[in-house]
């Protein structure tokens, strides 16, 4: 390090540069940034040299080298493979320049300090001729003391930077012991071993995003001037029991151990606060600290979204130097609320709670994972920031974890937090890996720990601290072969996460809780040595579950966790935010572009796997359209996953079963994108929200309904995070069937909604509702569940079969009927659409206009709907209705459907509808039913071969019939001499084939007849291929 080098100490930062504000009378700041830099960049050892003439700062090579350009859409960075092909971007060294002039005010203070907010990462920074020192933590703000070395006229700044992919490659030679992992998976197209440097760590590429391991001035970088002392930092927390508003205050001084003396005020102007200190400071104690007492009934308090309020107070904190009068202020809007995470035993179960209290409140976190929103932080802007959280807030969220294999976001990402009441789960940025600790690595992660809190813990929207993202679970459960020499990466581990980052945290930050990783057994893994045998526990901490085999739909496959922090499946984006970055040919399952894109080992087949547990798949012959319908379908399908796991959590909060559950927090892997590609999002990258967002507006609601198949049991289920409970409303289940408008059946119940719980409000066989409601068999109906006096709970629906099994569904003919601009402040236009059939999961895109839909992939169960599109842009109501575009579950062409371009020119097809048959070519898309006339007019086969064929056929299953009844029957007649050598009795339910025991058979066969699952059911097809018709001849044994 240069000798006029103070390591890594925090300055304070101008409004115009990072958020702060300051009085300036006689402070004097200086933008370096701007275009006036170049960057030139060689590759050792052959010395190439590559000049990039159009740069920006702050910003990174990636884009400065895509800025000198030709705007075209191959050189889009995220342009079909570019994350590969222009790996060598990364591999370079580059150096940025530029020259400048000092103001004339500037030079005339006492002392002057070049800051650099954020360097990306392994730089030396030289400023004319004088080498100011080395950077190596792309967390770190760094300082130099350049007094003396500025001139007016002419300066020169150089920084130097050293590619991250050698400096990591050159560390590991250097390593007495490995550090795993070595390498990301093949599938993800990355760098190695990020591990060793401080620096964004999916920049090396992750399963959702490329590697493009970034080099450049990310952050503001400038001078300063004064001449004494000014403020730097500062932080509050309030201390709720003792009632006291604890302010913090650290000083950047002039000149080291000198003491300089001032005046420091507070003003909370809407509480009438206005107090000064006396203050003393000098460099070697620059930080000052004093207390206010504030009764906590005098002030309002700060709420997670859908709990109340979110009160901040603007408290600003003024200091002026004594001998010079230099004056510096900061503004820090506050709230005032409590946190705790509760960990304490429960009746009947073993193990811990895991919950937050905020003001003495339980909270159900609802939420997801943030992860950086662009591989190139430049490109984020406010306006970003603002929508993505905005969405989480439309979509009832209220907490957030920012992944720690990413950035700490900015302030402004945390002001907004702030400001729509989402509380954040912060990690710290450590991510899936093994970490060094010896001593130069773990005093550089101090510096970025204390500079950290210092900058976040007044935000009242982070309410945790955690060591990192999945570590404890890699070295307990052996992801990386550690177990041969565990005792060393556990002693690692203790030495970063306990020794270092916990024991800052304790000391410089009270006002919220830690965990040492994500996900842990909390105290449990405390008590085992920090790292558990289990880390995914289910009566401790919180649970990362995945599971791509199974299928996704089955709740008895869920974890009953105390918290669940990571949970998810993936789906692609839609055509629209894929085409900036692909060609036509790329437009396929198959292509090569989808296989590339795809970093999670067989992404693409887990969506296709699980796609066709539920849906028929595509099978149009245009590429394009079918790669379309699978879109439609992933999204389609990865809501239905999140529905149906989010609503279990949600039902475990106010139950504990075999002793697990009691559940509270579903925060589903990911909200958002940082490019363009499949992964477990629900925002696509551009801000486009997915199927599944519009799910998580409904599956998070404060008061909501969940329904699902127990059994073959129709299980009900209200959810509330209300703080009053809900007068007696009424339970409304109707049957529709697939194929026509109107209610078949009603079944009505009253109930009680209890506050912040879930609560069992409704159980009914499947069967017989289906039976006595009037369903001719299960594949015809489904249920519409809703409370009637309370129109903003969304309906709930319930499907007793696979989708892919219903029968009845009519191709949809879908119009727009009117468009009106209903609110020109906020951008509301109101669609009414109207449809002659059904339509299921019906998707609506304006194509071109940013927005989103009040709702979307919805049920038409009746004939009109309406629904509200909020534009971000500015646009017109015929701009809109031209734009839209909508899809429809019938739409999808499938290898189950009769595509009449087919079929033009061959003979007819033949249907079998019931017991009537009649040609596909004669039916026309207008006809809703076809007549008996139309019917005997049909003939229906030709060939007299194939009449003797199926005749035969016909036959022979009459007889299998009857000699299966006479079977039956005699089974029934026959005593049980032998029961032991039974055969169990197999039946199907909505989760699949069911074993019953022998005793439950006996139990079921002497069940109520009037209960429809204790009948015994014989299942038989009538007719051919996809058409066939189940038929169901029951048994009911009294």
Request: hydrophobic share 35%; with cysteine; glycine share 6%.
């Amino acid at each position: 390090m240069g000798g006029n080098l103070y390591l890594h100490f925090p300055l304070f930062i101008c409004v115009c540069l990072y958020g702060y504000q300051y009085a300036t009378a006689s402070i004097k700041v200086q933008n370096l940034g701007g275009n006036a830099w170049t960057a030139v960049g060689t590759s050792p050892p052959s010395g190439v040299i590559i000049g990039v003439h159009k740069t920006s700062v702050p910003g990174c090579i990636h884009t400065d080298w895509n800025d000198n350009r030709p705007p075209t859409k191959e050189n889009n960075l995220y342009y079909r493979f570019n994350d590969e092909q222009l790996r060598n971007i990364a591999e370079y060294n580059w150096e940025y320049s530029r020259n400048f002039e000092t103001n004339i005010d500037l030079l005339n203070r006492k002392s002057q300090w070049l800051i650099c907010e954020g360097l990306d990462t392994a730089a030396h920074v030289v400023l004319n001729g004088k080498v100011l020192g080395n950077t190596t933590n792309m967390f770190l703000r760094y300082k130099f003391n350049v007094t003396g070395l500025l001139q007016e006229k002419f300066n020169r700044i150089i920084t130097s930077f050293e590619s991250a992919v050698r400096v990591v490659n050159a560390t590991r030679k250097t390593l007495p012991y490995s550090i795993p992992p070595e390498c990301p998976p093949d599938v993800q197209h990355g760098f190695c071993h990020p591990n060793l440097i401080r620096k964004e760590q999916c920049s090396f590429s992750w399963d959702w995003g490329p590697g493009f391991a970034t080099q450049g001035i990310w952050k503001p970088i400038y001078l300063v001037a004064f001449d004494e002392a000014v403020l730097s930092d500062v932080a509050l927390y309030y201390d709720w029991d003792a009632e006291l508003l604890h302010v913090d205050a650290k000083f950047n001084v002039a000149t080291k151990d000198v003491e300089y003396k001032g005046m420091l005020w507070i003003f909370i102007d809407e509480l009438s606060i206005k107090t000064s200190y006396q203050t003393t400071v000098k460099s070697s104690h620059p930080i000052f600290s004093v207390t206010k007492k504030i009764s906590k009934n005098s002030v309002k308090y700060w709420w997670p979204a859908g709990q109340g309020d979110q009160k901040l107070y603007n408290v600003t904190v003024k200091f002026e130097s004594t001998g010079s009068k230099d004056i510096s202020n900061k503004t820090v809007w506050f709230g005032f609320r409590k946190v705790e995470l509760v960990q304490e035993s429960i009746n009947n179960s073993d193990g811990l709670s895991f919950y937050f209290k905020i003001n003495d409140r339980p909270i159900f976190a609802k939420g997801s994972n943030w992860i950086p929103s662009d591989s190139f932080h430049n490109r984020v802007t406010l306006d970003n920031y603002t929508n993505l959280l905005q969405s989480a807030k439309d979509a009832n969220m209220n907490m957030l974890r920012v992944w720690g294999g990413g950035i700490y976001e900015t302030d402004d990402f945390y002001h907004i937090a702030d400001k729509m009441g989402i509380m954040i789960w912060q990690d710290f940025m450590f991510a899936c890996a093994m970490y060094p600790a010896d001593a130069g690595f773990l005093a550089s992660v101090s510096e970025e720990v204390n500079e950290t809190i210092w900058r976040l813990k007044s935000h009242p929207s982070i309410v945790i601290w955690a060591g990192n993202n999945e570590n404890e679970a890699a070295l307990g459960t052996n992801w990386y072969n550690t177990t041969e020499h565990f005792s060393r990466y556990k002693k690692d581990y203790i030495a970063l996460y306990v020794d270092t980052i916990q024991k800052l945290v304790s000391s410089m930050d009270s006002s919220r809780p830690f965990l040492t990783s994500s996900p842990t057994n909390g105290e449990e893994s405390k008590t085992e040595g920090w790292v558990a045998k289990n880390p995914y526990n289910v009566h401790y901490g919180d649970v990362h579950y995945y599971n791509y085999n199974d299928d996704c739909l089955d709740w008895t496959k869920y974890p009953k966790t105390r918290f669940a922090s990571e949970y998810g499946f993936q789906s692609w984006p839609s055509i629209e935010t894929l085409e900036p970055v692909t060609l036509e040919e790329d437009l396929s399952w198959t292509s090569k572009f989808a296989n590339q894109r795809n970093h999670h080992m067989d992404g693409n087949k887990q969506m296709l796997n699980m796609m066709a547990m539920h849906f028929n798949l595509p099978a149009s012959k245009n590429e394009i359209q079918k790669f379309e319908d699978e879109i439609y379908l992933s999204q389609i399908m990865q809501g239905l996953c999140y529905k149906s796991q989010t609503e279990f959590y949600r039902r475990s909060r106010s139950e504990i079963v075999n002793g697990e559950g009691h559940t509270m927090g579903a925060l589903y892997w990911q909200l958002n994108d940082i490019w363009q590609a499949p992964t477990w999002s629900s925002i696509e990258y551009g801000g486009k929200w997915k199927v599944v967002h519009y799910f998580a507006k409904k599956f998070f609601s404060n008061v909501a309904l969940s329904a699902y198949d127990d059994d073959t049991t129709l299980t009900i289920y209200s959810l509330s995070d209300e703080n009053a409970p809900i007068e007696p409303v009424t339970l409304m289940i109707e049957m529709h069937q697939w194929s026509s408008f109107g209610v078949i059946n009603t079944w009505t119940q009253p109930l009680y909604i209890t506050p912040q719980s879930s609560k069992l409000q409704y159980q009914n066989s499947t069967g017989t509702m289906l039976h006595y409601g009037g369903c001719d068999y299960k594949e015809l109906c489904y249920f519409v569940i809703y409370l009637k006096e309370i129109h903003d709970v969304a309906p709930t629906f319930f499907y007793p079969v696979p989708l892919k099994t219903i029968e009845g569904l009519q191709s949809s003919k879908i119009e727009i009927k009117s468009v009106q601009l209903m609110n020109e402040t906020l951008s509301e236009f109101q669609i009414v659409l109207g449809s002659t059939t059904p339509a299921f999961f019906v998707w609506l895109e304006a194509t071109g206009i940013k927005g989103r839909f009040s709702d979307n992939a919805f049920h038409m169960y009746k004939p009109n709907i309406t629904v509200s599109f909020y534009a971000w842009e500015t646009t017109t109501t015929s701009q809109l209705k031209s734009s839209i575009k909508i899809k429809s579950l019938s739409d999808v062409n499938t290898s189950q459907d009769y595509q009449k371009e087919d079929h033009r020119d061959k003979k007819p097809q033949i249907l079998f509808v019931a017991d009537d048959v009649y040609e596909a070519d004669n039916i026309s898309d207008d006809d809703d039913e076809i007549s008996a006339t139309e019917i005997d007019n049909l003939y229906w086969m030709d060939g007299m071969e194939a009449q003797l064929m199926f005749g035969i056929c016909g036959v022979l299953f009459i007889m299998f019939f009857a000699i299966m009844l006479v079977c039956v029957v005699m089974r029934f007649n026959s005593p049980r001499l032998d029961k032991p050598k039974l055969p169990t009795l197999q039946y199907s339910s909505h989760k699949g084939s069911i074993v019953r025991s022998l005793d439950e058979q006996e139990e079921l066969l002497n069940t109520d007849a009037e209960d429809e699952s204790g009948a015994f059911m014989l299942k038989l097809k009538n007719g051919y291929g996809h058409n066939a018709k189940n038929v169901e001849i029951r048994f009911y044994v009294t």
